[in-house]
């Protein structure tokens, strides 16, 4: 199967954010084919070659122009500090050009104002860090700004909330093309959670971990991890916790940013990606081992997921 991003470009601007440039390079940067993962023809790119200002002071040193932009087959667009200008025309034309000829675009934090005044936004959904969700649904009207989720696939567009959120950005760029267990091992070697579920709001009021610092809590989330193929309904997760149902679906929520059917559904269909991808189990066992029962149900949650039923998941990423 042919994998599209192989040749990847940053652009970065002055003022971008330190820490948006360290989470693609890390990415898509670092050479891990030793232990048998991808490699990418990785490259950072500005207006000009040379210093780039970061907003932590640090400089980066930029080998490559705008010229960079032509080979990618994903461009990633990194934090716009000056958010209400514009980029050049230049900048704003090879972004427009590498979509045209096929590449895909993603843009981070602040960097989604790039792609909006390239036009690329234009009657799309996306997302962009939550304090600048006003701004840019005023300067943008035609965009379908979802400022509650931590990233937003449109295909060939691709955009992702602020700060941290550009990691699970990355991260599901990767398993769009390579499937869970590339993102996954890539995240085990960055010592992150492959996958944080629920969306953007629930870090705006207080840092809350992947998945919960309730330590009842956790045990419960451990045990129903390990235990896919029982009901794992409320009633049956609230009695481990040793709690009445309410008051667990309410501390569930305040934890996890979830709700416990949307977690389990999420924790079912991740498990459902790795026994695809590595075993070589029939479809029926497979669904019988996640909780789903039946083919049939495994196969229509499958797509309204991913989007391809289980079968071709299989035929694409199987290792």
């Known amino acids: 199967?042919?994998?599209?991003?192989?040749?990847?470009?940053?652009?970065?601007?002055?003022?971008?954010?330190?820490?948006?440039?360290?989470?693609?390079?890390?990415?898509?940067?670092?050479?891990?084919?030793?232990?048998?993962?991808?490699?990418?023809?990785?490259?950072?790119?500005?207006?000009e070659p040379g210093p780039v200002a970061t907003d932590a002071g640090l400089k980066l040193m930029v080998e490559h122009g705008l010229d960079r932009l032509a080979q990618a087959d994903l461009v990633l667009v990194t934090s716009w500090e000056h958010f209400d200008v514009a980029p050049s025309p230049a900048v704003l034309e090879a972004l427009r050009s590498a979509y045209e000829r096929g590449a895909t675009i993603a843009g981070h934090c602040t960097g989604a104002f790039v792609l909006a005044c390239a036009g690329l936004l234009e009657g799309r959904r996306a997302t962009t860090h939550w304090r600048w969700a006003a701004a840019m649904?005023?300067?943008?009207?035609?965009?379908?700004?979802?400022?509650?989720?931590l990233y937003v696939d449109e295909g060939r567009i691709v955009t992702g909330a602020g700060a941290a959120a550009g990691?699970?950005?990355?991260?599901?760029?990767?398993r769009r093309e390579y499937g869970s267990a590339v993102a996954n091992a890539i995240a085990r070697d960055m010592v992150l959670s492959p996958h944080r579920d629920g969306g953007q709001a629930q870090y705006v009021a207080a840092s809350v971990p992947a998945d919960c610092?309730?330590?009842?809590?956790?045990?419960?989330?451990?045990?129903?991890?390990?235990?896919l193929d029982a009901p794992l309904t409320v009633e049956v997760l609230a009695a481990r916790a040793l709690m009445s149902q309410r008051s667990f679906a309410r501390r569930f929520a305040a934890a996890t940013g979830s709700t416990p059917h949307?977690?389990?559904?999420s924790q079912r269909l991740h498990r459902a990606e790795e026994l695809l991808e590595t075993a070589d189990l029939p479809i029926e066992e497979v669904a019988r081992r996640v909780g789903f029962g039946t083919a049939?149900?495994?196969?229509e949650q499958f797509v309204r997921r991913r989007g391809v039923p289980p079968r071709e998941y299989r035929k694409a990423f199987a290792s």
Do not use: K
């Open 213 to 227: 610092d309730d330590e009842r809590l956790s045990a419960v989330l451990g045990w129903a991890r390990e235990n």
């Open 137 to 149: 649904a005023a300067r943008f009207p035609d965009v379908l700004l979802m400022p509650e989720v």
């Open 296 to 299: 049939a149900t495994l196969r």
């Open 1 to 47: 199967m042919h994998h599209p991003f192989r040749n990847v470009a940053a652009y970065v601007h002055h003022g971008t954010g330190a820490f948006g440039a360290g989470i693609v390079s890390e990415i898509f940067g670092y050479d891990r084919t030793s232990r048998g993962l991808p490699g990418f023809d990785f490259a950072v790119c500005a207006d």
């Open 167 to 174: 990691v699970d950005m990355c991260l599901y760029l990767l």
């Open 262 to 265: 949307a977690w389990v559904l």
